[in-house]
Every structure is written in structure tokens, then in C-alpha cells.
Nanobody, 122 residues
């Protein structure tokens, strides 16, 4: 079992930045692919970014150029740097882990973190 703890969300104005973190305390997660998803009110949870165990990165078209995913295996932590925030980025952001390659569908992930709210005002 992998426990993931998401943090770093907040309320920012359009154009601002946030850095989300996903920690796996006490657990080595270097072999897992990590994904970030988000869920806006009334919408399905959607993939935004993923990083493989080998540091290959993947992004949804809607966030390319603004979101950057990274990982620090020494700290058992994955990050999502979000720049140039837009009101449509408002959502609860979740991290997830799976033993294998990066996938874009929620059902392919085995472990989920606590969500962190991102609110962007215009």
C-alpha cells in the first residue's frame, strides 16, 4: 500500500503560479509512475500530467507549456509546477501512483493521494 499526501493548493489570481507536492512518506516510490489529475465541479476527473520511473513526462494538451511535472525520489515526492494559471484550471488536484508506465485513465492507477484545491480568480 502506498499512501500519498497532496499539498500546495491555494487561491490565486489569473496568471499566478502554484507548486503542488505529492509525498509518499516512509515509502520508496522510485519504481512507480506518478500522475496528476484534476476534477472540477460537475466534471469527471481528468489527466493533466504524468512522469515515469525513468523521468519521461507526459502532459494533457490543455496544460502543455504551463504545467511541469517532476519528481525527487530521494524525497519520495512528486511535484506539479503550475504557471500562468487560468480560471479554468480551478479544480481539486489529485496525485496518483501505479506500478508501470504512465497512463491517462484514472482506473489504471492503484494509489491515490488526498486532493488539494486550486482556485483561480480572474
Amino acid at each position: 500500500q502506498v499512501q500519498l499526501v497532496g499539498s500546495g493548493g491555494g487561491s490565486v489570481q489569473s496568471g499566478g503560479s502554484l507548486r503542488l507536492s505529492c509525498a509518499a512518506p516512509g515509502r520508496t516510490f522510485s519504481s512507480y509512475a506518478m500522475g496528476w489529475f484534476r476534477q472540477a465541479p460537475g466534471k469527471e476527473r481528468e489527466f493533466v500530467a504524468g512522469i515515469s520511473a525513468g523521468y519521461l513526462t507526459y502532459y494533457a494538451d490543455s496544460v502543455k507549456g504551463r504545467f511541469t511535472i517532476s519528481r525527487d525520489n530521494a524525497k519520495n515526492t512528486a511535484y506539479l509546477q503550475i504557471d500562468s494559471l487560468k480560471p479554468e484550471d480551478t479544480a481539486v488536484y489529485y496525485c496518483a501512483a501505479r506500478d508501470g508506465s504512465v497512463e491517462t485513465t484514472t482506473t489504471r492507477y492503484d494509489f491515490w493521494g488526498t486532493g488539494t484545491q486550486v482556485t483561480v480568480s480572474s
